[in-house]
């Protein structure tokens, strides 16, 4: 891993994203869905339906999952990729089942997630759900944050794998009718169970349904090593 860490890191400032496999191993997955398992599944932050099971506030909603996450592997991506101050500051799991419809259309990640409402110049829109709010920051904010997206099954491009299109990370914030695939061709993030998906939030993603049959399991993380002003805290925030 230690000599291909510059790859990686170039991959993620030109492409916006980059792909490590073999992070996590078979057990270490199984530990992770083992407390998953084991959750309370009453909180509020749980969302259950025929097409998608989710847990917000990962972190914080299922404590005992932390070790099993960050392992001295994960640690070392993240110290070295992001830097020694980069904190998880929003957390989902995701399941999404063999049989489901549930998909996403092409969109960049342009809010954070923070524990109250406060009127801070730069901040907005605002959304709530869950008793959860979300708010967009300025883009320099979302230009400092990472995504880590932990794979706990095969996933390829039957099965819903993110699709993304490289570069898009630099444009700033973008619509997505305006993207051309013909100039910029989307490409489908596989990863293997133990793999992990490192992207820029900026960066064009989407996914499609499921066709194989196969479950999706998924842990999103995102960090950060910026403060927010103005009284406003992550929600999140470990």
């Not at 960050?70 to 101050?85: C, K, S, V």
């Not at 809010?111 to 920051?137: C, N």
């Not at 960066?203 to 995102?222: D, I, K, N």
Request: proline content about 5%; glycine content about 6%; hydrophobic content about 40%.
């Amino acid at each position: 891993m230690t000599a291909n860490i510059e790859v990686h890191r170039q991959q993620l400032a030109t492409e916006g994203y980059t792909v490590l496999e073999d992070i996590f191993s078979g057990e270490e997955v199984q530990a992770v869905l083992q407390q998953v398992a084991a959750a309370d599944t009453s909180q509020t932050v749980f969302r259950k339906t025929a097409d998608l099971f989710a847990i917000r506030q990962f972190l914080q909603s299922v404590p005992g999952v932390r070790n099993a996450i960050f392992t001295p592997a994960l640690q070392y991506i993240i110290h070295t990729l992001f830097g020694e101050d980069y904190v998880p500051v929003k957390s989902i799991y995701f399941d999404k089942p063999g049989q489901s419809n549930w998909f996403v259309a092409w969109h960049q990640d342009l809010t954070i997630s923070v524990s109250e409402r406060l009127p801070v110049e730069g901040f907005g829109p605002w959304t709530v759900k869950q008793d959860q709010y979300a708010v967009q920051p300025p883009l320099s904010l979302l230009e400092n944050i990472y995504t880590i997206r932990l794979h706990l099954d095969d996933t390829d491009a039957q099965n819903g794998a993110l699709k993304v299109i490289p570069g898009t990370h630099l444009q700033g914030i973008v619509r997505p009718d305006t993207i051309s695939l013909q100039a910029a061709p989307e490409v489908s993030c596989n990863v293997k169970s133990g793999g992990i998906m490192i992207m820029r939030p900026l960066l064009m993603h989407a996914s499609s349904r499921s066709t194989s049959g196969a479950s999706r399991r998924v842990v999103h993380m995102e960090f950060c090593n910026s403060g927010l002003p103005g009284g406003l805290m992550w929600s999140e925030k470990i």
